[in-house]
């Protein structure tokens, strides 16, 4: 019976599948915010009053958008997850380092995004897992 649910619990494809579809759920959270409360101007904006340019905002909603949607579908997982992997770190570095760790802080810390950039790179190590669209 203990190996029964050990092979139950065992189960990594399906853990692939968890992961990037809850990563792709929260980058469209995250671009929809950008587009439909902050808007993409004012995203810009915002990247512009840190230093960046304000033509990257835009580059970070499609990467966010399209990222989000790969990641869902199962399209070159391995691909999309070490692609979104700069982008986080960007936050880190640029938004929300000076904030310090802990993300309840003023301004979100960086604890949040260090740890989705952790699962991005587990999640290109470890594939797309079951349902995919494509094996990469």
Do not use: C
């Amino acid at each position: 019976m203990l190996t029964t649910l050990n092979e139950k619990l065992h189960a990594p494809d399906l853990a692939a599948l968890i992961l990037r579809v809850s990563m792709g759920v929260l980058f469209l959270a995250h671009a929809g915010l950008k587009i439909f409360v902050f808007t993409p101007a004012g995203t810009a904006q915002f990247f512009g009053s840190i230093g960046l340019p304000g033509a990257l905002a835009y580059l970070v909603i499609a990467a966010e958008l399209l990222g989000g949607i790969a990641l869902i579908i199962g399209w070159q997982v391995r691909l999309v997850a070490l692609a979104l992997v700069p982008v986080m770190l960007g936050t880190i570095i640029f938004s929300h380092g000076a904030s310090g760790f802990f993300f309840s802080n003023e301004g979100g810390g960086w604890e949040y995004p260090a740890f989705w950039t952790i699962a991005l790179i587990v999640q290109a190590l470890i594939g797309g897992g079951a349902a995919a669209a494509s094996q990469n």
